[in-house]
């Protein structure tokens, strides 16, 4: 936080919706076809082609509208945005200006420094992603189509955010939502999730907003970050200097860790928006709205909430566990067979996460099932086998795919609880270590742990700990 | 007269068209008086009428998110001026 400047952040988003078709012609939005193989007249921009508005993105636009808290506008309209880049093949990108779908939304974010806070969402709307260019060597650029005209939602915040830490919990959220409702892959590498971000600063106090930097080609959380952080670095720098800072865009590289101003571009921006007289007005009515929210799933700010009440889970295992869309189903299908959440949520957390990672896999491909882990906690809670020994189940239930019974059995990893056995490894530790035993009885009592150990090792971890403990204590007591 | 030379310019610049200068004048005539005409409508009294955006009663086209068939790399192609691999070929823009 700086002392003197206070940092202005608003963020604009651009979603890439996972429909099958482009938003305007029936050509497939499949990624890594050869190019221009996905095209026709329509995203080509050739005369006389008429665009057709997908209806699937107008339901994903309602969707993100109603997740985000938005008013969804009864009549909306497409406006043609003029440039002219070699991407954009009909001259104009096909958008929403006035009258956008989607306004007057919110979300609540929480950041270590600042709390619980509101940030305001200006608008989303709807528009159509512009081709591929790739630049060859010598004096030509490649142009690629298959990218144009596939659907976006782009997600303009108000300037709310004062703080690198804010605006990633804001896009963290939004990543989430639009994940969870499906409408989006959520793959920042690939572009389905790109953020600008424009940044301010001004003195504490002063009411005006400073002039704004608009950072672009931000496509990692941790980027945005750095980004942000060097922008206002730059800027405070730029005012210190008894200069004044310009209104333009910046390019940020990673590599380096700095941006570079894209000013020679931005040269007369002047889009000249018209109401784009090839697509009617849209009219969305109370009733299909309403149909929308019927269909909504459970946003993971509700279910989180849902998850401490009726499951009785701390606040941080239930974020870590509703994430992920996909962490939180399978969450939810392995308490539906064990009944004891906490258990689930630790083992879930704890060895389910981590074997993923370490395999680099995902929750959906996980080799060990709702319905295998199940069995594996059945029987730490019946006591065939210990806490410890489960763990050594889990990793052979992941490798060999089969359950947790199986493998107990087939490895001999049972229990022993039989107290004539452990009482028999008993006596053979202390007869072993006379001079530890010594020092328990005289009063050291954390020698215990020694001989829970010893036991734990001569059983191979199969004796029951608590058992063990039990009869450890009987026998140095003797 | 409303539209200076610097607007016939300044449009021209945005629509990439170079205008010779004695053309400079003719254009900027004839916008002018285009834009009078539509001046005309002015003289209305529009107050509490919806601005509207397209001629016809209508709303609500759609398709449903089903794929068609694309019309191939070879006829996408066929009237680019330029093309390689498969691609348009434009000359090199400079980011």
């Known amino acids: 936080m700086n002392s003197r400047y206070e940092v202005v952040i608003g963020l604009e988003v651009h979603v890439q919706l996972t429909t099958k078709t482009k938003i305007f012609c029936g050509c497939s939005k499949d990624f890594g076809q050869s190019p221009n193989s996905q095209t026709c007249p329509v995203c080509l921009g050739l005369p006389g082609a008429l665009p057709v508005l997908s209806r699937q993105v107008v339901d994903d636009a309602i969707k993100a509208g109603l997740a985000t808290n938005c008013q969804i506008a009864p009549h909306s309209i497409f406006a043609r945005k003029n440039y002219f880049y070699p991407d954009l093949p009909k001259g104009y990108q096909i958008s929403q200006f006035e009258l956008p779908i989607c306004e007057h939304g919110w979300l609540d974010i929480e950041t270590e420094d600042s709390g619980k806070k509101r940030l305001g969402i200006t608008r989303i709307h709807m528009e159509e992603d512009a081709g591929k260019l790739t630049h060859n060597d010598g004096n030509s650029s490649s142009v690629d189509l298959n990218r144009a005209c596939t659907p976006l939602l782009e997600v303009v915040s108000e300037p709310d955010m004062r703080s690198s830490d804010e605006a990633i919990a804001y896009l963290k959220q939004l990543h989430q939502i639009v994940v969870y409702l499906g409408i989006c892959d959520g793959n920042l590498d690939e572009g389905s999730f790109r953020c600008d971000a424009n940044v301010s600063i001004r003195p504490w106090g002063q009411e005006e907003l400073g002039t704004r930097a608009e950072l672009k080609n931000l496509n990692s959380f941790r980027f945005i970050k750095q980004a942000i952080e060097y922008e206002v670095e730059r800027q405070i720098d730029v005012i210190d200097a008894g200069e004044q800072v310009v209104q333009e865009t910046r390019l940020f590289d990673p590599d380096a860790g700095v941006s570079r101003s894209m000013r020679g571009k931005e040269e007369a921006h002047d889009y000249r928006y018209f109401p784009d007289p090839d697509l009617l007005p849209l009219e969305v009515s109370e009733q299909w709205v309403e149909e929308v929210r019927q269909k909504l799933p459970e946003l993971p700010a509700i279910k989180k909430l849902r998850y401490q009440e009726q499951f009785g889970l701390p606040e941080y295992d239930a974020g870590v566990i509703v994430a992920e869309r996909a962490l939180a189903e399978y969450f939810e299908a392995l308490v539906a067979k064990h009944d004891n959440p906490k258990i689930c949520a630790n083992w879930v957390m704890g060895e389910v996460l981590s074997a993923l990672k370490d395999s680099d896999l995902t929750i959906s491909e996980c080799p060990v099932t709702p319905e295998l882990l199940a069995g594996i906690l059945f029987r730490i809670s019946d006591n065939t086998i210990s806490g410890k020994i489960a763990k050594t189940v889990f990793t052979e239930v992941w490798q060999s795919g089969k359950t947790a019974d199986e493998v107990i059995e087939a490895k001999g990893l049972k229990q022993v609880t039989d107290t004539g056995a452990i009482e028999a490894i008993i006596d053979e530790i202390i007869a072993a270590n006379p001079n530890q035993a010594a020092e328990y009885r005289g009063g050291k009592e954390k020698m215990m742990g020694y001989f829970v150990g010893q036991v734990m090792k001569a059983s191979k971890g199969k004796a029951n700990p608590g058992m063990a403990n039990q009869l450890l204590k009987k026998k140095l007591a003797e | ?95």
């Not at chain 2, 009078?36 to 209508?58: Q, R, S």
């Open chain 2, 1 to 95: 007269m409303k539209i200076s030379q610097t607007d016939v310019e300044k449009v021209a610049r945005l629509s990439r068209l170079s205008l010779a200068p004695e053309d400079l004048e003719t254009m900027r005539g004839q916008m002018d008086a285009v834009l009078g005409y539509v001046d005309k409508l002015n003289e209305l009294d529009t107050e509490g009428i919806e601005p509207m955006a397209h001629a016809v009663p209508m709303a609500n086209a759609f398709r449903e998110d089903e794929v068609k068939p694309s019309i191939g790399v070879e006829r996408a192609l066929q009237n680019a001026p330029a093309s390689g691999d498969e691609c348009f070929t434009v000359p090199k823009v400079i980011e």
